[in-house]
Structures are given as C-alpha cells and as structure tokens.
C-alpha cells in the first residue's frame, strides 16, 4: 500500500469511529418526557429511565434540604405518583409547583428520580400594570 491509500483509510477509521461515539452519545442521553398519567398507562415505559412532569402535591411533601433529599407526589391530570429524590432541592420547589423529574421506576412502585427540576418561571415574568383610569373629557 502506497500512503496516499494509507492515509484515505486511516480517514475513513477515523470518521467511522466519530460518528459512532457521536450516535452513542446521542442514544444515551436521550429521555423520553411523557406526562404522569400516559406514563402509568403505558407499562413499555416504566421499565426505561424516563422524564415526568406534573405538579408537586401537598400531601406527602417532605424536603430535608441538608440531605439533599425529598420525597412527594407527583400528581398528574387523574393520577398520581410517589417520588423519592436525591439530590439538590432547588429553592422554587414547593407544593403546588410545576416540577419535571427524571429517573426510573423501582419494584415497589415509587419514582426513583435523580433529577428535579422546578417551572415556576411566574415568579421572575414582568408584572402587568395597569394603566390608570382616564376621567371623560368634559363636554361644553
């Protein structure tokens, strides 16, 4: 083999195995985003790592910022969901709050998630002001 042809191998090596790690890459760290109730529904899906959204119930809330670690319920449209978290607890997570979470179901039926995240984006929007009432232009 002369270089020319060494060399056009070796790209071709190279590019092959780029594009591989980057589909790899891509295939890990894809998660499906579904809502609480289609999850519960679809039994294809408790059994992959997933992202839920839902609004954090009051029932059940329970955070030990200092742990690192909080358990509530995730509820949905009809359903709900018991949730175990570790890790930070962001600031905006409250009752009520729209939450997203990522992980994976347990055998006992409780969400295990390693990921929260809040959307309680209302707090930073710009408040509506309004404008003052105009008094009628007096008529002659």
């Known amino acids: 083999m002369n270089k020319k042809t060494k060399a056009t191998v070796a790209a071709v090596l190279l590019t092959a195995a780029v594009g591989y790690l980057a589909y790899a890459a891509v295939q ?57 978290y570790r890790g930070p607890v962001p600031d905006l997570f409250k009752s009520g709050c729209d939450v997203v979470v990522e992980g994976q179901l347990d055998g006992a039926g409780t969400f295990q998630a390693n990921v929260l995240l809040t959307k309680c984006a209302s707090k930073y929007m710009p408040q509506k002001t309004q404008k003052p009432a105009q008094s009628p232009e007096p008529t002659s």
């Open 28 to 84: 890990s760290g894809r998660t499906y985003y579904i809502s609480v109730d289609k999850f519960l529904a679809e039994t294809s899906a408790q059994a992959s790592r997933v992202r839920l959204h839902g609004k954090a119930a009051a029932e059940g809330l329970a955070v030990d910022a200092a742990a690192m670690r909080a358990t509530f319920t995730l509820q949905g449209e009809t359903k709900a969901l018991p949730v175990s």
